[in-house]
């Protein structure tokens, strides 16, 4: 495939007099010449029609990438948005506008000491500082530069936690069409700045976004089996994902609502019945980040619910031995 179909970059504002950026960054890690932040994280979408398995990431979600650079107050100074997920963030960060034109015409963007910090991710550039690597033999100077690299780094990762805050939609994003993804993304983006320019209050969107972002990666909930009550009878549907609960519940009501070949117990009888689910109450039994237990435990708590809907063909591998289990 074409890495670069469909992949947007802007430069938002490029800080020319870098005076103040670099002395708020001082005052957070006590060195002088950082100029920005960057990382990257990943955007869930659904699964594509054309490269699918290009889009999945370490964590086997469906995603595009988005790189970008922040300043000290949270604000991106460039974005890079379009790269399947699968990519890793080095070669992304090497095909950027930013590092071609950095590399290109350094004095345009960056003085004799000033640099972007980043995390083992990205390369060391004698204008990319990133952290030593930790082989168990660091001293105590490297393990407080790496410290200070860390808590420099945060600033990135709160910046995201704001723009997913801010605009929901992008921790899954429902878009149908490839090619109009990037200029959503980038349109959140800008108007992210646009929210701090005006000194919106974000305390609340920095906590929440958190959970949605580490690092550079999407942070998946822990894997859950989770029923779902019929609202017009005593029936039920018991299910295990690894997904988001909220994407899984989305899952289902799309089913149910749309014409979907692939039926579910819960679409079935919900079409067959024209009965209703409570997914907004749907609760979790247990959690369980192991595949296979978790198949385990998915079809003890079937095989013990005499009212779950589920097809029988969900719980012909459990074994004889936890029926004393299923039956205490």
Request: hydrophobic content about 35%; charged content about 25%.
């Amino acid at each position: 495939m074409d890495d670069k179909s469909h992949v947007l970059q802007v430069s938002f504002f490029w800080p020319a007099q870098r005076e103040t950026v670099k002395r708020e960054f001082r005052k957070t890690a006590e060195i002088d010449g950082i100029v920005g932040a960057i990382d990257g994280t990943f955007i869930a979408i659904k699964v594509p029609q054309h490269d699918a398995e290009a889009y999945i990431t370490r964590k086997c979600q469906y995603a595009i990438t988005l790189p970008a650079i922040c300043d000290v107050s949270m604000k991106f100074i460039d974005c890079y948005v379009g790269y399947p997920g699968s990519i890793s963030g080095c070669r992304i960060f090497h095909n950027s506008d930013i590092y071609q034109r950095i590399t290109n015409n350094r004095a345009e963007y960056l003085d004799e000491g000033e640099f972007i910090f980043g995390d083992k991710a990205y390369p060391l550039l004698s204008w990319c500082m990133i952290p030593y690597v930790d082989r168990g033999n660091l001293n105590a100077a490297q393990k407080n530069f790496n410290r200070k690299v860390s808590q420099t780094c945060q600033v990135i990762e709160r910046s995201f936690a704001v723009l997913f805050g801010w605009f929901r939609r992008l921790k899954y994003l429902d878009v149908n069409k490839p090619e109009f993804i990037p200029s959503t993304v980038l349109g959140a983006c800008v108007l992210h700045n646009m929210c701090l320019q005006n000194n919106e209050d974000i305390r609340h969107l920095v906590e929440e976004g958190l959970a949605n972002v580490e690092g550079n990666e999407i942070v998946d909930p822990p894997r859950k089996n989770a029923p779902t009550d019929c609202k017009d009878c005593n029936k039920c549907y018991i299910g295990q994902t690894k997904q988001y609960l909220k994407k899984r519940i989305y899952d289902h009501q799309y089913t149910v609502t749309h014409n979907v070949t692939a039926e579910t117990a819960l679409s079935k009888h919900s079409k067959d019945r024209r009965h209703n689910f409570d997914f907004q109450n749907t609760k979790i039994l247990k959690k369980e980040n192991n595949y296979k237990k978790r198949l385990i435990y998915e079809m003890i708590y079937i095989k013990k619910d005499e009212n779950a809907v589920n097809f029988r063909t969900d719980i012909d591998n459990l074994s004889v031995i936890y029926n004393n289990l299923i039956h205490a």
